[in-house]
């Protein structure tokens, strides 16, 4: 945001940590997607059984396309698997579904933090759309528009709230996750070595994603005080 702006520098250590974490979720997903568990459990199987044992029976399972683009959808109470992990016996596979699993078990118990992403998305979603537009054009005309930064801050400030407490919901998606699957025995003790390779790696790129959104919101505070 803004050539010439110094604060542009308060943004590299995020963006080395990005593709840090880009390149260990890639390399951690072919590594691990390669190797077969021993359970031989498809991602779906086990998501199915997961379910079932959680008393969560009432989740559909579906396929999607692309790669890693799993998701769990509590409006329509839908788990999503894209091909490579709904079809496959790998550990990532299993380390994956058992992690979208996590997110349907945390909407089935009425996890609270989840509770309030949900509430907090419409206006993250909102804020992470207007806010930069809103905040550039009162950057650049001027004091008088300062009411515009303001709003531009104010909305980023909502879509860096949902970062934030977007990281407890992951964490402990992925703690379940590794629960289940050991004490399922889906994994065996070396496999489950893997799968925490494979969801520590993509815990870190949420990590990088609320320390991008943090230093944004920053820069934005630092260049409206410029306007004082």
């Given at each position: 945001m803004f050539l010439g702006d110094?604060?542009?520098?308060?943004l590299?250590?995020?963006?080395i940590?990005?593709?840090?974490?880009?390149a260990?979720v890639k390399?951690?997903?072919?590594k691990?997607g390669?190797i077969?568990?021993?359970?031989?459990?498809?991602?779906?199987?086990a998501?199915?059984q997961?379910?079932?044992t959680?008393?969560?029976?009432?989740?559909?399972?579906?396929?999607?396309?692309g790669?890693?683009t799993?998701?769990y959808?509590?409006?329509?109470?839908v788990?999503?698997?894209?091909?490579g992990?709904h079809?496959?016996?790998s550990?990532?596979?299993?380390?994956i579904?058992?992690?979208?699993?996590g997110?349907?078990i945390?909407?089935?118990?009425?996890?609270?933090?989840?509770h309030l992403?949900?509430?907090?998305y419409?206006?993250?979603?909102?804020?992470?759309?207007?806010?930069?537009p809103?905040?550039f054009i009162g950057?650049?005309?001027g004091?008088g528009?300062?009411?515009l930064?303001?709003?531009?801050i104010l909305?980023?400030?909502?879509a860096?709230?949902f970062?934030?407490?977007?990281?407890?919901?992951?964490?402990?998606?992925?703690?379940?996750?590794?629960a289940?699957?050991e004490?399922?025995?889906f994994?065996?003790?070396d496999e489950?070595v893997?799968?925490?390779?494979?969801?520590g790696?993509?815990?870190?790129?949420?990590?990088?994603?609320?320390?991008?959104?943090?230093?944004?919101?920053?820069?934005?505070?630092?260049?409206r005080?410029?306007?004082d």
């Amino acid at each position: 945001m803004f050539l010439g702006d110094p604060t542009f520098l308060l943004l590299i250590p995020t963006f080395i940590l990005a593709l840090y974490a880009q390149a260990k979720v890639k390399g951690a997903y072919a590594k691990y997607g390669r190797i077969a568990s021993a359970s031989r459990l498809t991602g779906a199987q086990a998501a199915y059984q997961l379910l079932q044992t959680a008393g969560a029976g009432d989740v559909a399972i579906e396929k999607v396309a692309g790669d890693l683009t799993d998701h769990y959808d509590p409006r329509k109470k839908v788990l999503r698997l894209s091909q490579g992990v709904h079809d496959s016996p790998s550990i990532a596979a299993l380390g994956i579904a058992a992690h979208e699993t996590g997110h349907a078990i945390q909407h089935h118990q009425h996890y609270q933090p989840m509770h309030l992403r949900s509430l907090i998305y419409p206006v993250a979603s909102i804020g992470s759309t207007l806010a930069f537009p809103l905040f550039f054009i009162g950057f650049i005309t001027g004091s008088g528009s300062r009411p515009l930064m303001d709003l531009g801050i104010l909305l980023f400030t909502g879509a860096v709230a949902f970062s934030v407490v977007t990281l407890p919901v992951e964490f402990n998606a992925s703690r379940r996750a590794l629960a289940l699957l050991e004490e399922r025995s889906f994994l065996t003790p070396d496999e489950m070595v893997g799968a925490r390779k494979v969801l520590g790696a993509a815990a870190l790129t949420y990590v990088a994603s609320t320390a991008m959104a943090a230093v944004q919101l920053l820069r934005m505070f630092l260049l409206r005080s410029s306007r004082d």
